[in-house]
């Protein structure tokens, strides 16, 4: 059962910046497609962007493009998610999640193609 673990998550004022990490300790995290979402109180859970296994590709919701990048870094087997100019209907619980039978150069924005979540991370903007 692959894990995975985010970290990076806490309090910051509007505008500010935070990374968000995502990590597995005994899986290699490249062989995967990696997907971050988030869930504000009351509302559903929207992705976020995702990566390919090549790192090629990538997408991003349309809330947050320019803002917030994901990257790969493969030597240390984590994903980020940096996040910019931060807002406060960014406030959500933050996951990363891990598709199975990847896609090398396109990675899927809907919840339901991921296979392993991880337990989240709280992003509070607020002044």
């Known amino acids: 059962q692959l894990q995975l673990v985010e ?3 806490g309090l910051v004022q ?4 935070l990374r968000l990490s995502c990590s597995a300790s005994t899986f290699t995290l490249n062989s995967y497609n990696i997907g971050w979402f988030r869930q504000a109180p009351g509302k559903e859970r929207e992705g976020v962007s995702c990566i390919s296994t090549t790192g090629g590709g ?6 947050v493009k320019g803002r ?14 940096q996040m ?6 960014d406030t959500a619980v933050y996951y990363c999640a891990a598709k199975e039978y990847p896609y090398r150069h396109y990675c899927p924005t809907k919840a339901y193609e991921y296979d392993y979540w991880g337990q ?8």
């Open 68 to 81: 917030f990048t994901i990257s790969r870094d493969n030597a240390k087997n984590t994903v980020y998610l």
């Open 58 to 63: 990538t997408n991003y919701a349309d809330s």
């Open 14 to 17: 509007p505008g500010g910046s």
């Open 120 to 127: 989240g991370t709280q992003v509070t903007v607020s002044s």
């Open 84 to 89: 910019n100019s931060l807002r406060p209907e």
């Open 7 to 9: 970290s990076g998550g």
